[in-house]
């Protein structure tokens, strides 16, 4: 039918590489800073991936069947996506989110007809937050203790779900390497469950073991606790290092990132300030804070010269009601 979709699920992927050259001159940069923009999918974030990637895998294998109920704990951005899919395939959708989330992650949800639940509104959840902190693996087992009884539900499950890191082997990886003809040098993202630089590292090292893969996490103190009950935190990204490994994600393998740096989420604010000053591109917090670390190794003399991509995970608009773009 021409060059007519006749779904979202078509128009997931194939986003577009961006090299900020406004950013390398305002930063005065010796290397190639790169971006890759994930908003370019059809709900503005990289989870679009995951979500289609999940829903039909679980089709084919007959574990997500029509009248089903798809239900997820997640910071938004999956769940938006998921309630997208879920829409256009005719599923309901149920997601457990983090109470302190930009109200827009809410709003998007209800859009889809998806129901949204806060994360201190399910007694299992709360009890682990109040043991654990706002662990999201705790959180996701706690999730499991409160559903176990219920019918007609599908547990997405991206944290341990393989169609996570699978997709972006099969997708995010490889056009990043066929768009850069080969030539990518270094590889940054942020760890949330750690499918897309799991995904991505592998494939990437497939090609080239030379490709530095480097993965970052946010600051102890970028978290809210009873000491910084106003903190805003770098949305979807967790710690995966000098924590307890029942604190990790399955989906994260530990041997594919090379390095691994640490961003508060002041320092990710104004990188992605100053990508939006500088090369009109609004992007999300955890955006910022893989710039951050980015424009550190590319100020780095080893590196010049050097292609250095940062996956930008979502835009800049679903975080409005935050301080992130506020007028200084």
């Not at 995010?172 to 949330?192: A, K």
């Not at 104004?270 to 951050?292: C, F, M, N, P, Q």
Request: glycine share 8%; proline share 5%; net charge negative.
């Amino acid at each position: 039918m021409g060059n007519i979709n006749q779904s979202i699920a078509e128009l997931v992927g194939r986003t577009p590489l961006l090299q900020l050259n406004g950013y390398i001159r305002s930063q005065k940069l010796e290397a190639e800073v790169i971006g890759k923009l994930e908003y370019f999918n059809p709900n503005q974030s990289v989870k679009d991936r995951i979500a289609l990637a999940m829903i039909e895998e679980a089709e084919e294998s007959g574990e997500l069947k029509k009248g089903d109920t798809i239900i997820e704990l997640t910071s938004g951005n999956t769940g938006i996506g998921l309630a997208a899919i879920a829409a256009s395939k005719g599923y309901p959708f149920r997601i457990y989110i983090q109470d302190q989330v930009s109200k827009e992650r809410f709003q998007v949800i209800h859009a889809f007809g998806g129901e949204t639940v806060k994360l201190s509104e399910v007694p299992e959840i709360a009890e682990s937050m109040e043991k654990y902190g706002p662990d999201f693996i705790e959180c996701v087992k706690a999730l499991e203790r409160a559903v176990k009884d219920e019918k007609n539900i599908w547990f997405a499950d991206q944290s341990r779900n393989t169609a996570n890191p699978n997709i972006h082997f099969k997708t995010t990886g490889p056009e990043i390497w066929q768009d850069t003809d080969g030539g990518v040098d270094i590889f940054v993202g942020c760890v949330g469950t750690g499918g897309t630089l799991s995904g991505v590292g592998n494939y990437l090292k497939s090609k080239n073991p030379d490709i530095k893969i480097v993965a970052v996490q946010p600051t102890e103190d970028s978290f809210q606790s009873p000491e910084r009950p106003e903190q805003e935190e770098i949305t979807g990204v967790h710690p995966f290092e000098n924590v307890e490994e029942r604190f990790i994600p399955a989906n994260l393998d530990r041997k594919v990132y090379d390095e691994w740096y640490e961003v508060h989420t002041d320092q990710a604010y104004e990188a992605a300030r100053e990508l939006a000053r500088k090369d009109g591109i609004l992007v999300g917090v955890s955006s910022g804070a893989a710039l951050y670390v980015a424009t550190l190794l590319a100020k780095k003399p080893e590196n010049k010269g050097k292609k250095i991509v940062a996956l930008f995970p979502d835009t800049g608009l679903r975080y409005l009601s935050t301080h992130l773009y506020e007028a200084e």
